[in-house]
Each structure stands twice: as structure tokens, then as C-alpha cells.
């Protein structure tokens, strides 16, 4: 089962090799390029592309590597902080197994969604940026200059997968020039002064800035705005204003900070949990781990940056259009619940740190077996708990999709009557999954990112193509409500919870 999003971003690739104008220009506009480009290799089998496969190996390895950054950056850290060698690997072992076993990332990593692969990104981009700052206290210059360079690059590949990188990059960047004026004044600004320095501090600059650099103009040249990606029609904000009634209430957060931070903490914990007291302890042990582990042990700070998420889903949900809806709260359904998996790694480091609290001040190692045992107990509880209830993120894929597969199965089976080399003009971006199940062509279409070629067909499409799609809403059917002519209906799609299609052929081709 699979998100319209992650058929959407698996047509994009598709797209970009097979397309009447194939190319680099098919990236663009709302989705960052970087997880469309991961998959281009992949989506050239059309087999991958059907099945889905082409969109879930790239998953699949990011999980492994996210997994394996969670187990160092914990490992790591304790070791150098504490040097408890046992403890530390014990906390590790938490960490990384509560991350991998987590069912809701489980599932994504199945899919072609863009929450693994930045998931990736973020926690060793926190990873070599804890080396950087402890090198830099060690006065080791060599490893933490490579340390900082390594984090930008990674924060770099993060804002090319999800804006929620650039709300990070922005916080590593502030960070990261604090900390560098403190070790300035500390040693008289003999840092700013080293070539190796500057070389590093330059670099670092350079991959945060590259991305911004590269999309908007991108932006520009594609859709004439480069700010396309924020308020044109298929950015969250235009998504919402198109789809909401104006005697509906905007979604729940809206221009209120508070609502949203509890809306997106709830959805964390609902992808932690299926009991609502192990969603709360899971909450309250990550807080005191933070407080707690953070007194004790004051340079694991760079952990604090795992929170990031918080504040960028407050300021996304409040003021940028993006909706989370929830089944146990109002308007109690299901919308972006994956998002909680953004706190995942918070969540799971501070447990473990706060496990590793509890482990050293125990020291008989008879009782840090029961405390371990105690805390693996509760994620194999909480994770049972949510496999008997479904977990949320596939629960939220199998009622948003049920209808709309039977509606994209049902369309499907009309495109596969009409000519082999037939021509059709189609908006792809809402139910291009049709295509993908039949392996059509993507080439025999005109759709929406045929961009130029796209525009001078919607004054006439009867022109354009041999055949012609429209889906109520869609700005084909907007298209032929204004320009009829020379077209026939010979089919019409239809399925509960989605808006009709009809078929048209055109009598001038």
C-alpha cells in the first residue's frame, strides 16, 4: 500500500527519462529533487517503477544508515563524555534497536516517502556535528574543521530532500557560529585567522547556502516564480486554500503556535505507541533524559539540535498551510501523521540517555541487567501496542488510498482500451498511479510537467491529443468546460470518494 505522494514522486523520476520532454527541467516546483534523483537509476525498469521497488530500495538503505547514525551518535557520545564502555554500548543498543524496530518507520522505509532518506541525513548530519564541537573543545582543529565541512554536506543533501532541512540548516548554521566565536575569543580569534579554518568555515557556508541557491532560481525558470515552491498552486498553502470551503474552518494550529506543537507531539507519540499512558512515558522519559542526562553530562548539548523538528512543524503548521489531522482529535481523520517519525530520533536518544543515567548509577551489574531489560520490555510493549491497533502511518495509507485505487484500477482498465500509440492529454499529478499500474508510457501523455507544451494545449485540447482525461476539478476538465469543441465522451469513470473522470477522444486528430 502505497502514499499518492510516494506514486507521485516515483512518476517524477519516471518522467525525468521518460517523457515528450524528458530532462533535468521535470524536477521543479513543491518536492526538493534530491529523492527523485536517487531514483532514476531504478525507475528506467518499468517493473521497479509498477511495483513501487524502485521507490523503496533508496528507503530502505537510508533506514539502515539513520539506524547505524542513531548507534554511533549515541555510542559516541557517552564514550567520550563518560568513558563507561559497557553502559555506553548498552544505551546504544537501545537507541538503535527502539529506532529500527519503530513500526510506523518501518513501514515508510517500505515506500517511496521522503521521511527516511532525510531522517538519514539529519541524524549524521547531528552526529558529525557533536564530533566537530568536541574536537574543537579537544583542540583537535584537524578533525573538527573535516567534522564541520562533513555536516554541512549533509545538511546540504538534507535540504535537498525535505524543506525541514532547511529550517535545519539554518539551526546547525546559527549554532555552529556560536560556537566558533566562543573558541575565537577563547583563543584571541586565532581560529578566524587560520587558513584551515577559513577553508573549512567557507565550505560549511557554501553546501548551506548551495541549495537555496539552486531552487529558487530553479523555481524561476520553470514556473516563472521563484517562490513557486511555497505559494504556488500545489504548495501545502495552495493546496489548502483550493481544497477548503470558505465556511470551513481552517485546520487545527492555524496561526496558533501552541495547537501546533500539540498537534505535531501527538502525533509522535501516536507513532510511538498504541496506549495512551506508554505515549505519555515515552514523552516524559525523553524530557527527563534530556534534562537530566544533559545536566549531568553538559557536552552531549549538541543533542539539543534533535528537537529541531518541533519548532519547524510549529512554525509549518501555524503559518505555512501544512495540516496535520489526527483520529483521536479534531476533525478526528488522517492527514501527514508521518511527520511525527521527525521526532523519532529525539525521543529514542534521550531515552537511551537517560537509560545510561540510570545503568551508571546502578553499577552491580545485576541490577543494570533488570533496568536494561526493564526499558527493552517497554518498547517491545509499546510497539505491540501499536501492531495490534495498525500503525498510524499505514493506517492513514489504507483509508486515504482505498478509494482511490479502486478509482485509479477502474481508469486503468479504460486506458488500456484506447490505442496502443495513441496520444492522451492528462493531468497527471492526481491520478497518475493509472499509469503506473499499467506501465504505460509516460511519453505517449501530455501532462503538467510538459510545461510549455502543456500550456498551449489547454486552449484547445482537442488539438493536442488523440484522447483526453479529465477528472472533475482537474484543469483538463476546467480546460474543456471552456473549449468543448471537437471532442466525444466515450467512457466515464467513476468510483466513491473521488471525483468523476471522462474519456474523450477528439474528432480532428
Known sequence: MLYGDAVAHMNIARRTI??????????????????????????????????????????????????????????????GAFGMQREARIAAWFAA??????????YLQATA????????FFVWATVYFSDFVFALREGQNAPAQSALVRTGFLLFLGMLTRYDGWFAGIAFGVVAIVVLAAAG????????????????????????????????????????????????????RGIEQRTR???????????????????????????????????????????????????????LWTWLLL????????????????????????????YNTRYGTQLLPALVVFAALLLFFLLAQAKEKSWQVRIALLAFAFV???????????????????????TRVTFETKLAAQLAKLPPESSILMYTGEHGGALQQLGMPMKR????????????????????ADYVVATRGDPVAAAIAQHPQELEKIAEVESEGQNPAVIYRSLIR
Open 18 to 79: 521518460d517523457s515528450r520532454t524528458p530532462g533535468p527541467l521535470q524536477l521543479g516546483t513543491v518536492w526538493l529533487p534530491l529523492p527523485h534523483i536517487v531514483m532514476l537509476p531504478l525507475v528506467a525498469f518499468t517493473w521497479m517503477w509498477r511495483t513501487g521497488v524502485a521507490g523503496a530500495i533508496p528507503s530502505m538503505m537510508a533506514y539502515i544508515a539513520s539506524v547505524l547514525g542513531i548507534f554511533r551518535l549515541v555510542r559516541g557520545g557517552l564514550l
Open 97 to 106: 534497536l527502539a529506532f529500527a524496530a519503530n513500526p510506523n518507520l518501518i
Open 307 to 334: 528537537w529541531v523538528p518541533v519548532p519547524f512543524y510549529a512554525l509549518s503548521i501555524a503559518h505555512g498551510g501544512v495540516p496535520i489531522f489526527l483520529p483521536e482529535w479534531y476533525p478526528f481523520s488522517y
Open 113 to 120: 516517502m521522503t521521511e527516511p532518506l532525510y531522517l538519514a
Open 380 to 402: 517491545m510493549a509499546s510497539y505491540i501496542a501499536v501492531w495490534q491497533e495498525t500503525p498510524i502511518v499505514l493506517r492513514e495509507a489504507i483509508v486515504n488510498a482505498r
Open 445 to 464: 501523455t501530455l501532462n503538467e510537467g510538459n510545461r510549455k507544451a502543456w500550456k498551449k494545449a489547454l486552449p484547445d485540447p482537442a488539438l493536442a
Open 185 to 236: 575569543r577563547r583563543e584571541a580569534n586565532a581560529i578566524l585567522r587560520d587558513r584551515h579554518w577559513q577553508r573549512a568555515i567557507g565550505i560549511f557556508a557554501f553546501w548551506l547556502a548551495l541549495t537555496p541557491a539552486i531552487w529558487f532560481p530553479w523555481n524561476w525558470l520553470g514556473f516563472d516564480d521563484p517562490l513557486a515552491f511555497a505559494t504556488g498552486p500545489y504548495s501545502a
Open 245 to 299: 470551503r470558505p465556511d470551513q474552518p481552517h485546520h487545527p494550529g492555524w496561526n496558533n503556535a501552541s495547537v501546533a506543537i500539540l498537534y505535531f507531539v501527538k502525533s509522535a507519540k501516536l507513532n510511538m505507541a498504541g496506549k495512551n499512558w506508554q505515549q505519555r512515558t515515552w514523552i516524559w522519559v525523553a524530557i527527563l533524559g534530556c534534562l537530566l542526562g544533559l545536566w549531568w553530562a553538559k557536552r
